[in-house]
């Protein structure tokens, strides 16, 4: 597509229960990044897909996050029995090439509200 | 690790007058620094970038500086319009990561 797509745009979801963020980046961006963002916040980094290697994952706050990349395009972020401190917008980010040549391309996000 | 520290956290101006946002890092390895506005209910959107074999990159209203000796860069905004009112984050990246480490966001508010 002609952006980063992220789905839902607004989630409200109960304390306790799991959730799944999908972002669609864009075709043949082979770097897909996702970030969180809290009110009042900066953009704190969660994981990192380039093309077939193993993602990194030293951003994820707790065992509760997970993240997989299917096929190399679409990815998937589930937190499971989500806390009212999951509250937050969670960004996806793409871009061409992971190296330095290259800027992201960011969707809106989706906005988790835990309550 | 890398640390961006960003100031100031919220700027206003009157619509016309000039805009400073200015960030700081700490590892000297650095050498991309890319700066994005985020306007309400949307992602970031690189605006501009520079690595750190230039000093200054300028795109039409907007320009970036780097003092590498000082590890700082700033954004400059000239002739603000009130389309220019969003938050702008920076960013700083070594090399060899792939990870860029962003700055806290300014809060730009330009009065009509």
């Known amino acids: 597509g002609a952006g980063v797509s992220q789905s839902p745009s607004n989630k409200v979801t109960e304390k306790g229960k799991d959730v799944e963020l999908r972002c669609d980046p864009i075709s043949g961006h082979t770097a897909l990044y996702w970030y969180r963002q809290s009110l009042g916040q900066g953009l704190e980094f969660l994981i990192y897909?380039?093309?077939?290697?193993?993602?990194?994952k030293s951003g994820l706050p707790s065992d509760r996050f997970s993240a997989e990349r299917t096929g190399g395009s679409v990815s998937t972020l589930t937190i499971q029995r989500t806390q009212q401190e999951d509250s937050a917008v969670y960004l996806c980010?793409?871009?061409?090439?992971?190296?330095?040549?290259?800027?992201?391309?960011f969707g809106s996000g989706t906005r988790l509200t835990v309550v | 690790g890398e640390n961006v520290e960003q100031h100031p956290s919220t700027l206003s101006v009157q619509e016309g007058d000039s805009a400073v946002i200015k960030c700081t890092y700490s590892d000297s390895a650095s050498n991309y620094f890319p700066w994005y506005k985020q306007e309400l209910g949307k992602g970031p959107q690189l605006i501009i970038d520079?690595?750190?074999?230039?000093g200054e990159k300028k795109d039409q209203r907007i320009a970036v500086t780097l003092n590498k000796t000082a590890k700082h860069f700033s954004l400059h905004i000239t002739e603000t319009q009130p389309e220019d009112s969003a938050v702008y984050f920076c960013a700083a990246r070594a090399g060899g990561s792939y990870i860029p480490t962003f700055g806290r966001g300014t809060s730009l508010i330009v009065h009509p």
């Open positions: 980010a793409s871009s061409l090439m992971s190296g330095q040549r290259y800027g992201y391309t």
């Open positions: 520079i690595r750190s074999n230039v």
């Open positions: 897909f380039q093309g077939n290697s193993a993602p990194d």
